[in-house]
């Protein structure tokens, strides 16, 4: 099993960013999505998560009304569009794929990326 974020970069306050999770080695229709971000010295924090089919969707109340999650089972992919970021958002965005319909606890994830940074300026 394998996912990649992809899309991370620098971008200003204000600014937008797209990232993507491929997925592959896995049945992903099958697997709820989530995304995470962390920062250094601070545990795992939950940004959005996606269920199986798409249909439903859940963000935290940091993200909710600026980041908006999507997949698309055929492409083996899930995207976190962001808008209207701010230097807060600074972090390293992880995706994750779990058999539960969603998981907001990122230590019992079964998968995981490696992560894209993400660095927004003032």
């Known amino acids: 099993v394998q996912l990649v974020e992809s899309g991370g970069g620098l971008v200003q306050a204000g600014g937008s960013l797209r990232l993507s999770c491929a997925a592959s080695g896995l049945t992903f229709s099958t697997y709820s999505v989530g995304w995470f971000r962390q920062t250094p010295g601070k545990a795992r924090e939950f940004v959005a998560a996606t269920s199986w089919s798409g249909g439903e969707t859940r963000y935290s109340d940091s993200v909710k009304g600026r980041f908006a999650i999507s997949r698309d089972n055929a492409q083996n992919t899930v995207h976190l569009q962001m808008n209207n970021l701010n230097p807060e958002d600074t972090a390293v965005y992880y995706c994750?794929?779990?058999?539960?319909?969603?998981?907001?606890?990122?230590?019992?994830?079964?998968?995981w990326g490696p992560g894209t940074r993400v660095t927004v300026s003032a």
């Open positions: 994750g794929a779990d058999r539960r319909v969603f998981n907001f606890n990122a230590n019992s994830y079964d998968y």
